[in-house]
């Protein structure tokens, strides 16, 4: 049995060397679906699980004797890496100020990103607590103003196009079929949002990425969660922050790309992903 994944359909694999094991119990105590489990003072490993191993690792990071080892899923003892010392940590008060300081930026300067600045970025991001492993959330890179404005203008035609197709006495028409927040989001923002981006377009501005010199689009399997792309682009978003560069999350851009195939596969977005956030930096 294992948790289904969009490219690892197997369980993971729990091994553990009993010549160095000392039975202290801490892998069993953190295993979230308890394929570990201390019995009689002893780690009893319990494949069969309801979840199986989902081979998150953590047993590995918890034990000191690294007696453990799991496999599969494309993790191996190879992808540990040491934990930092407790003084390398951000404080409550250290978070707090990062956190508080952080605001929107919408203008940014005529400096493009490095490509070694947004892959730290992205890598570190990797870190953010995404569902269950391996994490089935990736993401795509758009780097220099003007990629960044041709993608702008494919989306926005795609908002064009919704505009020409949902026009007021449409939503009249359905109003009665339709929920009444439904309703509301589609008269009071979806669609005066929509002409705000298509104006400005044709006033030569770009209202959707600002004129970013690079976007991160966050995108996901069939098999996770919107939230879990949304972590993800949380984490770049305060991450690219302590790195000196401004950011704002753009939700505007996702729905036309969920519906634009052939952007999707331009972009490099795995078939059968759906493009959930995007994060423009500067």
């Not at 922050?241 to 505007?252: C, F, H, Q, S």
Request: proline letters at 8%; glycine letters at 8%; hydrophobic letters at 45%.
């Amino acid at each position: 049995m294992a948790v289904i994944h969009s490219r690892h359909p197997e369980a993971g694999t729990v091994a553990i060397d009993r010549a160095t094991c000392t039975d202290c119990g801490r892998c069993a105590q953190i295993c979230p679906t308890e394929v570990l489990r201390l019995e009689a003072g002893r780690v009893a490993i319990h494949p069969d699980g309801p979840l199986g191993c989902v081979a998150c690792g953590h047993c590995m990071m918890v034990c000191a004797a690294a007696s453990v080892t799991v496999t599969g899923r494309s993790l191996s003892p190879a992808d540990l890496i040491p934990l930092p010392p407790p003084e390398q940590r951000a404080t409550a008060e250290a978070l707090a100020a990062s956190l508080y300081a952080r605001r929107s930026v919408r203008r940014f300067t005529d400096q493009e990103v490095d490509v070694a600045l947004l892959e730290r970025i992205v890598a570190q991001a990797a870190s953010a607590p995404m569902g269950i492993p391996p994490w089935d959330v990736g993401c795509v890179i758009v780097r220099g103003r003007p990629q960044v404005r041709q993608l702008a203008d494919e989306i926005l035609a795609g908002y064009a196009g919704f505009l020409k197709m949902v026009r007021p006495w449409l939503l009249t028409a359905l109003r009665p079929f339709l929920r009444r927040t439904t309703y509301e989001r589609f008269r009071s923002f979806i669609r005066p949002l929509a002409q705000v981006y298509v104006e400005g377009r044709r006033q030569g501005r770009d209202l959707l990425f600002y004129d970013a010199p690079a976007v991160v689009v966050f995108h996901h399997s069939p098999y996770a969660d919107l939230a879990d792309a949304t972590i993800a682009c949380t984490y770049a978003m305060l991450i690219a922050e302590t790195l000196g560069l401004g950011t704002t999350m753009i939700g505007g851009a996702a729905p036309i790309l969920q519906r634009n195939p052939r952007l999707c596969r331009d972009l490099g977005i795995p078939t059968g992903h759906t493009p959930a956030i995007a994060l423009i930096l500067g």
